[in-house]
Every structure is written in C-alpha cells, then in structure tokens.
C-alpha cells in the first residue's frame, strides 16, 4: 500500500521533512499504526508523534488512531492549535 504523509508546524520542525510518500508494510493498516511505525523510526520522531494531543487527518478529514489505511490516502500529522 502507497500512501502520502505530511507533517505540520512543529512536528514538520522536529522530523525535518513536510511530506513524504511512503509504502507500507503490511501490518500497518491504521493510522495509529502508521504512526506508531514512523515513531520508530528515532527519538526526534518518537518524540515530534507521541505527543498526547497529536491531531491527525485522513484525506483532508480529521481523525482518529483506528482509521483504516486506503492505498493513495493522504495522512496528516500536526499539533494541537492554540490561541488567545
């Protein structure tokens, strides 16, 4: 499965990279698993993905970690937005 993947704000800061297109192994069909294998892949991204309030969207679509994976998807990862 082929899928892309974008990084935002602080989380594109800390993996040094806005996007990136990637094929999946086949245990990962969920966004939460995508994340938790990108997570592994060193502590810049353990710590820029593992952040409690982390925000995902699934082709333009927020979402949870139990989203099913489609081939050509779109995920997004990026931090909570604050104001005041």
Known sequence: MAIT???FASVREAVG???ESLALPAGV???GALRDHLAARGDNWRQALGHPALRMAYN???CGADTALADGA???FFPPVTGG
Request: no cysteine.
């Open 60 to 62: 333009q679509v927020m």
């Open 74 to 76: 779109e995920v997004a």
């Open 5 to 7: 993947v974008k990084f």
């Open 29 to 31: 069909t969920t966004v």
């Open 17 to 19: 990279a806005s996007s």
